[in-house]
């Protein structure tokens, strides 16, 4: 797999997915509101998710349609 292959972006945001569920995980809302580390940590997680989504290509997107998440399915 090299940088520009499609399936490295889709392995990304499946790592910063996992990543963003392991931060949270047994947190409350009221936890992640009140800690101002982990909320930007799981934010800036979240847009790494959208960077790397934005460069799938849309051959991609449509073989792996739930890649791109409920926004995108018109």
Same mark, same amino acid.
């Given at each position: 797999?090299?940088? /520009?292959? @499609? +399936?490295?972006?889709? =392995? /990304?945001? +499946? $790592?910063?997915? =996992?990543?963003?569920? !392991?931060?949270?995980? *047994?947190?409350? =809302?009221?936890?992640? $509101? $009140? $800690?101002?580390?982990?909320? +930007?940590?799981? %934010? /800036?997680?979240?847009? +790494?998710? *959208? ?6 290509? =849309?051959? %991609?997107?449509?073989?792996? @349609? %739930?890649?791109?998440? @409920? !926004?995108?399915?018109?």
């Amino acid at each position: 797999m090299t940088r /520009h292959d @499609p +399936l490295v972006r889709l =392995r /990304h945001m +499946l $790592d910063y997915s =996992r990543e963003a569920v !392991r931060m949270v995980r *047994g947190k409350s =809302r009221k936890e992640l $509101d $009140d $800690d101002r580390q982990l909320n +930007l940590a799981v %934010t /800036h997680l979240v847009e +790494l998710i *959208g960077e790397a989504a934005g460069q799938v290509p =849309r051959a %991609t997107q449509k073989r792996y @349609p %739930t890649s791109r998440g @409920p !926004r995108s399915s018109a």
